[in-house]
Each structure stands twice: as C-alpha cells, then as structure tokens.
C-alpha cells in the first residue's frame, strides 16, 4: 500500500524508491609492468600471505575481500551497491579498471546501479613515488614529529611516520592527489584526522603526486604553546 515518507522534514511521498540487490563480482588483474604481477605463494601460504583485491565502500565503510590467484583472477561475493575504493595488496596499486565496456581511471569504482553482468578488469601498477622533507615550527628543525599523509577521495586516515632528527620519508607512494601534515604532539588517533583538517587548516600542504616522481615537500608544525 502506499506510504507517507518524510525525510529531513521534506515530504517525499510518490518518489520511488529501488532497492538493489546483492551481487558477485568476477574479475581479473592484469599487470601494466613485471613488478605488478600476481606474486607466487606457496601452497600453505597463510591468508595474510595471499595476494588479495578489496572494495572499500567511501560512505558506509563497507568491505568485501577476495584472493587473488596466480593467474590474477578473482571473484568477490555479495557486493551491495555503492561507490567503491579498489585495493590489491602486494605492493602495487589500481591504476584503472574496465567494467564491461566502460574505462575507469584510478581505483574508484562506481556500483551504485549495481552490475548488470558485468566483468572487471583492474589494471596493475607498481610504478610508485617518494615524497620526503623537513620538518619545522617556529623554533626550528623539529625531531621526532609524526607526518601524516592522506590521500583525497579516499577512505582511512593514512599511516604517520615519524620525522626522525626532523626528516620524513614515504616511499612507494601511488600517484594521486595528497594533502600532508605534521600532527600536533597530543594528537592519538590519525585515523580521526579527517575529520579534524580545519584544525590544521593553516599548516597543511596539498601535492599532486606521480608515478616515478622523488619530491620534496617541507612541512611546518603548530609551535608549542
């Protein structure tokens, strides 16, 4: 029977609403260079120690895993619609994808309409970057600060290094587009930082990083109070 819906205080009745299904996904990666290739593993390898595709949704956090095997195929299972950050773990990165007929560039696949059948092809890269500099505030060259580096439009806050005698470093870095900090001393959780940037808003730094590319990129900390 037909129902009233209100959203947000706004009335909404006779918008229709679809609900999608759950679907499987089946695929294959396929190596842009030798050192993006499916890595061999031993019989009894552990499941950390098997290369493996996720698909981490950008809103509700939701997660699907699934091997990967030595000929690069895999098949991922009860997927829900929604936009999608695409990862492979064995120290290469998505450089694009095909979903049927349609070409992807970067690692954000799009699934809200859901599959229709189609196949994905991800493409494989291990051409990374490195970015490093110095750290400082007002005093000077600052040691032991932790640097963290966040990559936009992507979920997770990014892992901190440390500055160690005021220097950072982040090898095998994908391209993209990345903002860096340095966290204030009492900062605990990084994971969190996204949601706390306008608090950092005057000493973070943006970066357009590519494959290949050695940066340098100086940092500033908040002085001590």
Same mark, same amino acid.
């Given at each position: ?106 690692? =954000? /696949?799009? %699934?809200?309409? *859901?599959?229709? @059948?189609?196949?994905?092809? #991800?493409? +494989? ?21 932790? =640097? /963290?580096? %966040?990559?936009? *439009?992507?979920? @997770?806050?990014?892992?901190? #290094?440390? +500055? ?62």
């Amino acid at each position: 029977a037909p129902a009233e819906i209100s959203v947000d205080g706004k009335d909404v009745n006779g918008m229709q609403l679809r609900m999608l299904p759950e679907f499987d996904i089946t695929g294959k990666i396929v190596p842009d260079d030798e050192g993006a290739r499916v890595p061999r593993v031993p019989p009894n390898a552990s499941l950390g120690e098997t290369p493996q595709i996720s698909l981490h949704e950008l809103r509700s956090d939701a997660l699907s895993y699934s091997v990967v095997a030595a000929d690069g195929s895999f098949h991922l299972t009860k997927v829900q619609p929604g936009r999608y950050s695409v990862s492979i773990y064995w120290g290469s990165y998505v450089q694009s994808m095909r979903l049927g007929s349609t070409n992807v560039e970067g690692a =954000v /696949l799009d %699934l809200r309409n *859901g599959l229709d @059948g189609a196949t994905l092809t #991800v493409t +494989a890269s291990s051409a990374a970057a490195q970015i490093g500099g110095v750290v400082r505030d007002g005093a000077g060259v600052v040691g032991g600060a932790r =640097v /963290l580096l %966040l990559q936009e *439009g992507m979920p @997770g806050g990014g892992w901190p #290094v440390g +500055a160690h005698a005021g220097t950072y470093r982040f090898d095998n870095v994908q391209p993209g587009k990345y903002q860096l900090l340095v966290l204030d001393p009492g900062a605990v959780h990084a994971f969190a930082i996204r949601d706390q940037l306008e608090d950092y808003a005057g000493i973070v730094e943006t970066v357009e990083i590519h494959a290949g590319d050695t940066l340098t990129q100086d940092l500033r900390r908040h002085s001590s109070k």
